[in-house]
C-alpha cells in the first residue's frame, strides 16, 4: 500500500467540501532491487471558497483496487473533507466504489481527454488524427443526447475496424456522461486538463533532472516539492478561484448545507 508523503498531519478546515479536479496518476522510477516504474497518485481539489488544494501524494504498485482507494479517502475524509461533489479522474480501478462508500453523493466523472488517450492504444497510428477529429465533438458535446448522436457516427465509421475502442467508449459511459448534464462551459471547465497538465509538467521535470529514486518516500519527496514550488506569486490561485466560481455555484445547494 503506497504512503501519503508532504500531507502527513496536514488537515483542513472541518465540513471541508472539495471538487476534485484530478486524481491522477504519474509513473515514476524507483529502485526497489530493479528499477521499476511505479505510480505516484496525485489528488488536486477545489475547495468551496474556490481554492486549489493537493489533497495528497501516494505511491502505489499499479494493482491498486477498490481496498487500497477505500483506504485513501477514509484518509482525505478524517482530515476533514467531509464531502466531495465531483471527481474527475482516469478511469482508476475500483475508485467509483470507494467513492460511494465515504461520498455517497459524490459525482464521479473519467476525463474525456484520457478516454481519447486510451483509445490511441487500439488505433494505428496513421488513423489516430481522423479518430480524434470525430471522437471530440462527444466529449464537448452540449447534451448527452448530442454526444450520443456523434458517438454512433464514429461507431458506423470505425466500429468495424476498431471495436475495442468503441467498447472502451461504451464501457465509460456511466461515469463519462455526468458532466453533460451541465451548461456546457461549466462541462468545458470541469473537463479541461490544463490545471493538471501543469503540474504534470511540473513533476516531469523534477523526475527527469533525478532520473531514478533509491525509495519510495524520495520519490514522494520530490513530487511534494515540484508541486509546493507552482505559483509562487499566487496570481494563479487568484486566476484559478475567479474561473471555477461558475462551477460550484452549479452545486450551490451542498454548497449552502456546508456553510450553515
Known amino acids: 500500500m503506497g504512503r501519503n508523503a508532504g500531507e ?4 483542513f478546515d472541518a465540513d471541508t467540501l472539495a471538487l476534485v479536479r484530478d486524481l491522477r496518476r504519474r509513473r515514476v522510477p524507483i529502485r526497489d532491487g530493479a528499477v521499476a516504474h511505479r505510480p505516484i497518485y496525485v489528488a488536486l481539489a477545489v475547495t468551496a471558497e474556490g481554492r486549489r488544494e493537493i489533497l495528497g501524494l501516494w505511491a502505489g504498485d499499479g494493482g491498486e483496487g477498490a481496498k487500497h482507494w477505500l483506504h485513501i479517502l477514509t484518509e482525505i475524509k478524517n482530515r476533514g473533507v467531509s464531502d466531495v461533489l465531483m471527481l474527475v479522474c482516469d478511469g482508476l480501478k475500483g475508485l467509483p466504489e470507494a467513492v460511494e462508500t465515504i461520498w455517497p453523493r459524490t459525482i464521479v466523472q473519467t476525463c474525456g481527454v484520457h478516454l481519447l488517450r486510451n483509445s490511441f492504444r487500439y488505433a494505428a497510428r496513421q488513423d489516430r488524427d481522423k479518430i480524434a477529429r470525430l471522437l471530440k465533438p462527444v466529449y464537448t458535446a452540449p447534451t448527452e443526447a448530442a454526444a450520443l448522436d456523434r458517438f454512433a457516427e464514429f461507431a458506423d465509421a470505425w466500429g468495424r475496424r476498431y471495436p475495442a475502442i468503441v467498447k472502451l467508449w461504451e464501457n465509460a459511459r456511466e ?11 461549466i462541462g468545458r471547465i470541469v473537463c479541461t486538463t490544463n490545471a493538471i497538465e501543469s503540474v504534470n509538467a511540473r513533476i516531469r521535470r523534477a523526475v527527469k533532472a533525478r532520473g531514478h529514486f533509491p525509495t519510495e518516500q524520495a520519490a514522494l519527496k520530490c513530487v511534494y516539492m515540484a508541486i509546493m514550488s507552482l505559483d509562487p506569486t499566487g496570481k494563479g490561485q487568484a486566476r484559478w478561484t475567479t ?12 454548497l449552502s448545507a456546508v456553510r450553515h
Not at 8 to 11: L, Q, R, T, Y
Open 8 to 11: 502527513e498531519g496536514h488537515g
Open 175 to 185: 461515469e463519462f456522461a455526468p458532466f453533460l448534464r451541465f451548461d456546457t462551459e
Open 243 to 254: 474561473r471555477w466560481k461558475t462551477t460550484l455555484n452549479a452545486f450551490d445547494g451542498r
